[in-house]
Nanobody, 120 residues
């Protein structure tokens, strides 16, 4: 119903920058939120940044001031600009979208993930 495809991952040195992109396709009429999660080896998947349809943006404390999320609704895309990358940012980054139908009903969608590796 909703498909997400990420791109832009790669290998960068600490202090460098990288931009991730996610293109959404399918039935997008009811998509409320889009954002990014990441999962490092041996760690749980964690929220990185999310942008809601109500213009609310939330960042993980660990990335505040370094990462910037943006949306291009006309292109059905969400981006993550990552600056001042640290080795601890190394993870698989997943594009995320959600349809919030009610307080009790929420559907989430995930991309396939893109690897970000930060070397020191």
């Amino acid at each position: 119903q909703v498909q997400l495809v990420e791109s832009g991952g790669g290998l960068v040195q600490a202090g460098g920058s990288l931009t991730l992109s996610c293109a959404a396709s399918g039935r997008l009429f009811s998509i409320n939120d889009m954002g990014w999660y990441r999962q490092a080896p041996g760690k749980q998947r964690e929220l990185v940044a999310v942008s809601s349809s109500g213009d609310s943006i939330k960042y993980a404390d660990s990335v505040k001031g370094r990462f910037t999320i943006s949306r291009d609704n006309a292109k059905n895309k969400v981006y993550l600009q990552m600056n001042s990358l640290k080795p601890e940012d190394t993870a698989v980054y997943y594009c995320y979208a959600a349809r919030v139908l009610s307080d009790a009903t929420k559907y989430t969608y995930w991309g396939q993930g893109t690897q970000v590796t930060v070397s020191s």
